[in-house]
C-alpha cells in the first residue's frame, strides 16, 4: 500500500482566512514533504520533515505554517494567504529519513497524495 | 548546478504505438536516483519508474522501461502499446542520495484514438 491522503481537495479561502490542509500516511514512512505547484509546472518543494523535525524550509514566506503532530501526520496551516499563493499543494512521504546515512541504501521514491487545489481571493 | 532537461514539452503518439520521452540531467554525483512521475489531469503524482544509478541494468515496469546512460546523462522512458490512460503530463527527477529531489520542467504527452 502506497496511499498518501490529503484533505480537503479543494479550498477557497478569502487573504484574511485561516485553514488547515491535512496529509497522512500509514506505510511507516520517516520523512514527509510539502510540494507547492502551479499550473503546467512542475512542484517546487517547500517544507520536509524527517522523523518529525523540519529539516528543510525552502525560505517559505511565514503565512504558510507546516506541523507535523506525530509519525503519520502532516500539517499546513494556512493565514493571510495572498491571491499568489493558489496552486495545487501537494504532499508526499519517503520511507526513511531525510538526509540519514545509514548502512542500508535507503529507500528516495517519494509517494505523492493527490493535492489539495487552493484559491485565494 | 544539478539540473534535469526535458526538451520535449508535448508528444502526441497514435494508441498502441509506442513513445520515447527523453530526460538528460546534469551531475557530478556518482550515487543517485532517477524516477519518471506521471501526473493526469487528476493531479495525483503517480511513480512510472525508478532507476539506481548504481545498477546497469535499465528498469522496467509492464509497457513502461527507461534507457539509462549513465555516462551520457541520459533518462529516457520508452511507452510501448501507448494506451488512452497514459495521458498526462510525464516529469523526470533526479535525486541525490542525500538530498532534494528536482524535477524536470515536464512533457505533456497526448495520446490520439
Known amino acids: 500500500d502506497t496511499e498518501v491522503t490529503q484533505t480537503p481537495k479543494h479550498l477557497v479561502m478569502g487573504m484574511t482566512n485561516k485553514k488547515s490542509l491535512k496529509c497522512e500516511q500509514h506505510?511507516?514512512?520517516?520523512?514527509m514533504y510539502w510540494y507547492k505547484q502551479k499550473a503546467k509546472k512542475p512542484p517546487e518543494l517547500m517544507f520536509v520533515?524527517?522523523?518529525?523535525?523540519?529539516?528543510i524550509n525552502e525560505s517559505v514566506p511565514s503565512r504558510f505554517s507546516p506541523e507535523c503532530p506525530n509519525s503519520s501526520l502532516l500539517n499546513l496551516h494556512l493565514h493571510a494567504l495572498q491571491p499568489e499563493d493558489s496552486a495545487l499543494y501537494l504532499c508526499?512521504?519517503?520511507?526513511?529519513?531525510?538526509?540519514?546515512?545509514?548502512?542500508?541504501?535507503?529507500?528516495?521514491?517519494?509517494?505523492f497524495g493527490p493535492g489539495t487545489r487552493l484559491l485565494v481571493l | 548546478a544539478q539540473t534535469v532537461t526535458q526538451s520535449q514539452p508535448e508528444m502526441s503518439v497514435q494508441e498502441a504505438e509506442t513513445v520515447t520521452l527523453s530526460c538528460t540531467y546534469d551531475?557530478?554525483?556518482?550515487?543517485?536516483?532517477l524516477f519518471w512521475y506521471k501526473q493526469p489531469p487528476s493531479r495525483q503524482m503517480i511513480l512510472v519508474i525508478r532507476?539506481?544509478?548504481?545498477?546497469?541494468q535499465n528498469a522496467t515496469e509492464n509497457r513502461f522501461s527507461v534507457n539509462f546512460q549513465k555516462a551520457a546523462k541520459s533518462f529516457s522512458l520508452k511507452i510501448s502499446d501507448s494506451q488512452l490512460g497514459d495521458a498526462a503530463m510525464y516529469f523526470c527527477?533526479?535525486?541525490?542520495?542525500?538530498?532534494?529531489?528536482?524535477f524536470g520542467k515536464g512533457t505533456r504527452l497526448h495520446i490520439l484514438p
Open positions: 520533515y524527517s522523523y518529525e523535525k523540519l529539516s
Open positions: 506505510m511507516g514512512h520517516r520523512a
Open positions: 527527477a533526479y535525486r541525490p542520495r542525500d538530498d532534494k529531489i528536482i
Open positions: 532507476q539506481e544509478a548504481y545498477k546497469q
Open positions: 508526499a512521504s519517503s520511507q526513511d529519513g531525510f538526509g540519514v546515512v545509514t548502512a542500508r541504501r535507503y529507500q528516495e521514491t517519494q509517494y
Open positions: 551531475t557530478s554525483e556518482s550515487d543517485y536516483y
